[in-house]
């Protein structure tokens, strides 16, 4: 039979599933005493004050360890760079060998032309991230019959980090949380070494790039 859990345990697995009660813990906005009581509602405990104390040092730790990750997390933001694409469409493909090797010609033409199209495979499908002025070739090489869906009237907008950013945990989605906190829908995002990628609609884009341009600046 396991060992019960201690009162730490469980608080810890409470706020663990509610990620809006760990954001207000590390940030020290909450309300300790409604925090624990809902903990005790939740997994039928009667000791407020031990529910209250294990609250309030986990959320010393998190508070600690969200100062230490965010000073790393702008001192690598600091040296970013942001770049945008305009007129990009999404090209959400079938699954399949047979696809990947009907996309040989219009990878290596984009190559040689000094463009890269992002592919983003799925358990359903396969998504390519391109500028539409390829879409009819894709098309034509693919063809309907393989292809789910295509979204046009996009951009790409993508934060190229220092080579840190692979050690630094917590950078993507401090640049989400800012893109969410302004109520830009993110209709595809790609995280590829030096590289995040976001790809949102035409009209979002004077708003997601200040959003991006406040985390860097």
């Known amino acids: ?4 859990k201690s009162i730490a345990e469980v608080v810890r697995e409470y706020v663990g599933s509610h990620p809006s009660i760990m954001d207000c813990l590390k940030y020290g906005i909450i309300n300790y005493s409604a925090l624990s009581r809902m903990i005790m509602d939740e997994y039928k405990m009667d000791n407020m004050v031990a529910v209250l104390i294990a609250s309030r040092r986990y959320a010393e730790e998190l508070q600690k360890e969200k100062k230490f990750l965010e000073k790393k997390i702008k001192q690598i933001l600091k040296k970013s760079r942001i770049n945008i694409k305009t007129k990009v469409a999404t090209v959400t493909l079938k699954p399949g060998w047979h696809v990947f090797l009907k996309l040989e010609p219009i990878l290596k033409k984009t190559l040689s032309e000094g463009y890269l199209i ?14 539409e002025d390829y879409l009819e070739e894709v098309e034509n090489l693919i063809g309907k019959d393989n292809i789910v869906r295509i979204t046009k009237n996009l951009v790409e907008i993508s934060v190229k980090s220092p080579e840190d950013i692979s050690d630094t945990p917590g950078v993507v989605s401090y640049l989400s949380s800012n893109l969410s906190s302004v109520g830009i829908n993110v209709i595809e995002t790609m995280s590829c070494f030096m590289d995040t990628i976001f790809v949102v609609d035409e009209k979002d884009m004077v708003i997601a790039f200040e959003a991006l341009n406040r985390c860097i600046d």
Do not use: A, E, R, V
Request: hydrophobic share 45%; no cysteine; aromatic share 0%.
């Open 1 to 4: 039979m396991p060992n019960k």
């Open 118 to 131: 992002n592919i983003i495979q799925g358990s359903q499908g396969i998504t390519l991230i391109l500028l």
